[in-house]
């Protein structure tokens, strides 16, 4: 055996450990996303993610101000309307839940954080999906296209730096991006969910939005078979003006992250989605998991497949344990 053959060498104390160590996770790469409830006066649990809330106006505001504090990179807000209906009139209107809390939060933070919206019609429709539907039930894209930008350019107006294209309709990004640009949000960027599986991990999202939707999202979001159409939306979404682009869900599609990360000209997000905060959770409420080490590795993971950010429901947590250990 060679002297070199010897990789644990590298490995042996704690500050050899540290000092070779690649990658990092830092709170400022970590974007905590945030539900708003209508009409809620008090935080409401949701089931299939212990620890995460509905929020009402007021502990809305005061979770944002201690993530920002805790040192986290942005905020993702969605919306938990009262009312539903056909097109999803709560998404464009000013009053509606998502561009109320779009100003509270703005009126709090200003710009000491990154404020980011759901710019999608599920959390609004009746039939829950991601658009307006057709006279033969399908998703319009076109018609669908024309309430983004509506919608888009009402929470520009209501104080987002980034509006998040997560609903999967073709050319979504360029028809936000030219409404936003006429309206005179010029500065407003798009965070764009340029690969979007279509997933079962999205399950405990719809108990957070109490959402409605009976079918699946097949004929919008990405067949988890197929990694070749990734970069063929990553392309399309570039070409139409999308400021950060997104892979979503994170952990089974990290080899997805790694060849969007290797060619993107611009900073790329990754969703550690709530079927995936979900598992981890119940895992170790049972004791099969240790929870930090768990999370603190999955997180790591994401950066490490090449993520310069990772949306995750932890993300004020894990940027508490991040700094506490740097100590
Ligand atoms: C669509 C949207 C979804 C999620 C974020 N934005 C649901 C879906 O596409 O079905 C899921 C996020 C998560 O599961 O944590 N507005």
Redesign the pocket.
């Known amino acids: 055996m060679f002297p070199t053959d010897r990789p644990r060498r590298l490995r042996r104390t704690a500050a050899l450990r540290r000092l070779v160590s690649e990658t990092t996770v830092l709170p400022r790469q970590l974007i905590l996303?945030m539900f708003l409830k209508e009409g809620a006066t008090e935080p409401v649990p949701i089931a299939s993610m212990p620890g995460v809330v509905q929020h009402s106006r007021d502990s809305l505001r005061k979770a944002a101000v201690e993530a920002v504090q805790a040192g986290v990179g942005g905020l993702m807000l969605y919306g938990v309307p009262l009312t539903h209906d056909a097109v999803g009139s709560g998404a464009t209107d000013p009053d509606g839940i998502l561009n109320v809390g779009l100003r509270d939060l703005r009126a709090e933070l200003g710009d000491d954080t990154v404020l980011m919206s759901?710019c999608?019609l599920?959390?609004f429709t009746d039939h829950g999906h991601?658009g307006v539907l057709g006279d033969n039930g399908m998703v319009d894209n076109d018609a669908t296209l024309r309430v983004y930008a509506d919608m888009a350019v009402e929470q520009a107006r209501s104080g987002a730096h980034l509006v998040g294209t997560?609903g999967m309709m073709d050319g979504q990004v360029g028809v936000i991006r030219e409404a936003l640009d006429e309206a005179g949000y010029a500065d407003t960027g798009i965070l764009a969910y340029s690969v979007k599986y279509a997933s079962a991990?999205?399950g405990?999202?719809r108990d957070a939005i109490q959402s409605q939707l009976t079918g699946d999202?097949k004929t919008y979001?990405q067949d988890p078979a197929n990694a070749r159409e990734a970069l063929r939306e990553l392309a399309l979404d570039l070409a139409e003006g999308a400021d950060v682009v997104m892979v979503k869900p994170a952990l089974p599609y990290l080899d997805v992250l790694r060849a969007v990360a290797e060619v993107s000209e611009v900073p790329v997000a990754a969703?550690q989605?709530?079927?995936e905060y979900a598992m981890v959770e119940a895992a170790a409420a049972n004791g099969w998991l240790d929870r930090q080490r768990t999370i603190l590795e999955l997180l790591t993971s994401i950066r490490r497949a090449g993520a310069d950010m990772v949306l995750t429901y932890w993300a004020a947590e894990a940027a508490r344990w991040i700094r506490a250990a740097d100590r």
């Open positions: 996303p759901d999608c599920d959390e991601c997560s991990m999205y405990p999202f999202r979001q969703y989605v709530s079927g």
